[in-house]
């Protein structure tokens, strides 16, 4: 099932999300339902306050081919789609800078500066604690994830100056929000 993606301005987007108390059926079905919503936008990450819930879930989809090519080794043995359920990150060095976008702001990109590698602990789909290190735009997508489950958004990594440059189209997706506007 194909959710409705929620748009910048709206609450939800603000909300820290709950820790899962159990990996019961209906959060795999959850988990399904993302899945489909994310390659239907189509887009490599979403966290669940993005179709309107509030469990501590993401699940990102880097393909091999979007990788930064040095990252894509190191990222190998991560298999996708990386389903996040309860993340924490543990870990993080270097730093890198890229374009970044979000299904939450449609038409809207800025390079941001992230950590080059992170290290996340999370439960898998069967409930079992693992942890994983990522490079790249893997790395990235974990990061802007995890910020959704703390209620921190693009535009909060964004600079001054680059929240200016599209303060028009913020504004509007604002008014969009409240009228209750979805992505689609
Ligand atoms: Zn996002």
């Not at 748009?7 to 399904?32: D, M, W």
């Not at 390079?111 to 490079?135: K, N």
């Amino acid at each position: 099932m194909v959710y409705d993606i929620f748009i910048f301005g709206q609450e939800v987007l603000r909300h820290k999300a709950q820790p899962v108390a159990a990996v019961t059926p209906e959060i795999r079905k959850l988990v399904r339902d993302m899945l489909d919503t994310m390659y239907d936008a189509p887009g490599v990450g979403l966290a669940a306050e993005q179709i309107g819930r509030e469990e501590a879930l993401c699940v990102i989809d880097v393909p091999a081919n979007a990788e930064i090519p040095a990252c894509v080794a190191s990222n190998a043995a991560i298999t996708m789609p990386l389903i996040l359920i309860n993340p924490v990150i543990t870990a993080t060095a270097g730093q890198q800078r890229g374009e970044e976008g979000c299904l939450s702001f449609p038409d809207i990109s800025a390079p941001i500066t992230r950590p080059m590698q992170v290290t996340v602990a999370y439960l898998d789909l069967e409930g079992r604690a693992q942890t994983a290190t990522a490079q790249g735009l893997l790395a990235r997508a974990i990061l802007h994830e995890t910020d959704h489950l703390n209620g921190v958004l693009l535009v909060d990594r964004m600079s001054a100056i680059q929240r200016l440059a599209v303060a028009g189209k913020l504004k509007r997706m604002q008014q969009e929000a409240a009228q209750g506007a979805h992505r689609r």
